[in-house]
């Protein structure tokens, strides 16, 4: 059964850094493209960046500040976020990307880990 | 960036029902989207992908039609378990979300 299960969510201060680890189980978790979405009651669900092999994808709203990586051997996937703004409170989710056909749908999701950033 | 507009944006049903939820694009995205529902407190699930293909798993109540810029997702009886939000998701260009079209019952 996959599994992602996110964590290192905390209320901060904003200017902040924090770091988002999502741990996979139940698939070969090196072989899968992943990303990371955020939710607001707000704004909604927002892409924020997604690490395809080496290569890694952000969302304008973050580029420049966080920064996705993975550790194959622990099946870890992570989010270093810095410079926290209060526009970046939000559910953090992990999600797996699977190749339907020519695109890279998210096809599993963590329950996700809460970012709050309020001074 | 693709906007995905969908509507309505609320829904009141009653089980039984058949249901039709729509999601605009704000340009031509050809069959590249994809439909989720999210239960309260829970990530939002997979139900079809490439405009009209049912997630392995996902019930045959549920379907998906459309390309280019207008698409659509019905659930042919609305069952107990299907009161939740849905949502649209575009990857022709980055990846772009509807703002969500919330289910009740009636």
């Known amino acids: 059964e996959v599994q992602l299960l996110e964590s290192g969510g905390d209320l901060l201060q904003p200017g902040g850094s924090l770091r988002l680890s999502c741990a996979a189980s139940g698939f070969t978790f090196s072989t899968f493209p992943m990303s990371w979405v955020r939710q607001t009651p707000g704004k909604g669900l927002e892409w924020v960046s997604t690490?395809?092999?080496?290569?890694?994808y952000y969302a304008d709203s973050v580029k420049g500040r966080f920064t996705i990586s993975r550790d194959n051997s622990k099946d870890t996937l992570y989010l270093q976020m810095n410079s926290l703004r209060a526009e970046d409170t939000a559910l953090y989710y992990c999600a797996r990307r699977q190749q339907y056909g020519s695109k890279w749908y998210f096809d599993y999701w963590g329950q996700g880990t809460l970012v709050t950033v309020s001074s | 960036d693709i906007q995905l507009t969908q509507s309505p944006s609320f829904l009141s049903a009653s089980v039984g029902d058949r249901v039709t939820i729509t999601c605009r694009a704000s340009e031509g995205i050809d069959s590249y989207l994809a439909w989720y529902q999210q239960k309260p407190g829970k990530a939002p699930k997979l139900l079809i992908y490439a405009a009209s293909t049912l997630q392995s798993g996902v019930p045959s109540r549920f379907s998906g039609s459309g390309s280019g810029t207008e698409f659509t997702l019905t659930i042919s009886s609305l069952q107990p378990e299907d009161f939740a939000t849905y949502y649209c998701?575009?990857?022709?260009?980055?990846?772009?979300f509807g703002q969500g079209t919330r289910l009740e019952i009636k």
């Open positions: 690490i395809i092999a080496d290569n890694t």
């Open positions: 998701q575009q990857l022709k260009s980055s990846v772009t």
